[in-house]
Structures are given as structure tokens and as C-alpha cells.
């Protein structure tokens, strides 16, 4: 079983920002890929953002295009999620997802059935 282990979120005002990270203690490869996901109560799990390890290929859903940067630290194993103008509609928990298959497509990061270990997650909670 890999650790894949999160930090960061709380609750803050809209227009604020946070940043989650998630490190695993196993090293990843070229295209695997690493995601964010986000669960808000009553709706679905829903992809956020991700990359692969040799960042050629990063995504993001259009809702946080321009306000979230997915970025990562591949000498820490660690994985980033830059959160700034912060909107009500944010507000979910959010849960760092590993890979162990290539992904360069949007549809392949976007399926959370692609990734095989999952944190734990963190909640995010945005007040208008």
C-alpha cells in the first residue's frame, strides 16, 4: 500500500487563498500522473486539477482555470494545489489521487477510476 498523505485546507473568506500539498513516499514516473479531486456534500467526486511527473501534461477542470495552480516538487515527491480568489462554490473536501498508469489526456486524468491510491482528504470551506 502507498501513503499518500495530505496537508493543508481550513476555512477562509472568498477571494482568500489556501494551498493543499500531497506527498507520497513513492517515487513516481514520467506520465504517471497525480491529481486533485473535490467532493461537496450531496454531489458527485469531480476531477480539480493534475499532472504527471515530468510535467509535460497538466489539466484543469474550466471551473478553476486562471485560479488554481497544480504545481510539484519531484525531489520531495510532493505535489501542490495553489488555490487563490477562493469562491463559495469551492467548498468541498479535497483529495490528492496517485496513478501508476501513463496519462497525457484530459479524459484519462479527469477519471478517478485511473488512479490507485487516495488520500485521505481535507476540507475546504469558503464563506461568501
Known amino acids: 500500500q502507498v501513503q499518500v498523505v495530505q496537508s493543508g485546507g481550513g476555512s477562509v473568506q472568498a477571494g482568500d487563498s489556501l494551498r493543499l500539498s500531497c506527498t507520497t513516499a513513492r517515487r513516481t514516473y514520467s506520465h504517471y500522473p497525480m491529481a486533485w479531486f473535490r467532493q461537496a456534500p450531496e454531489k458527485e467526486r469531480e476531477f480539480v486539477a493534475g499532472?504527471?511527473?515530468?510535467?509535460?501534461?497538466?489539466h484543469y477542470v474550466d471551473s478553476v482555470k486562471g485560479r488554481f495552480t497544480v504545481s510539484r516538487d519531484n525531489a520531495k515527491n510532493t505535489m501542490f494545489l495553489q488555490m487563490d480568489s477562493l469562491k463559495a462554490e469551492d467548498t468541498a473536501v479535497y483529495y490528492c489521487?496517485?496513478?501508476?498508469?501513463?496519462?497525457?489526456?484530459?479524459?484519462?486524468?479527469?477519471?478517478?477510476?485511473?488512479?490507485?491510491?487516495w488520500g485521505k482528504g481535507t476540507q475546504v470551506t469558503v464563506s461568501s
Open positions: 499532472l504527471d511527473w515530468s510535467a509535460a501534461y497538466s
Open positions: 489521487a496517485l496513478g501508476s498508469t501513463s496519462a497525457t489526456s484530459y479524459q484519462t486524468f479527469a477519471r478517478a477510476e485511473n488512479y490507485e491510491y
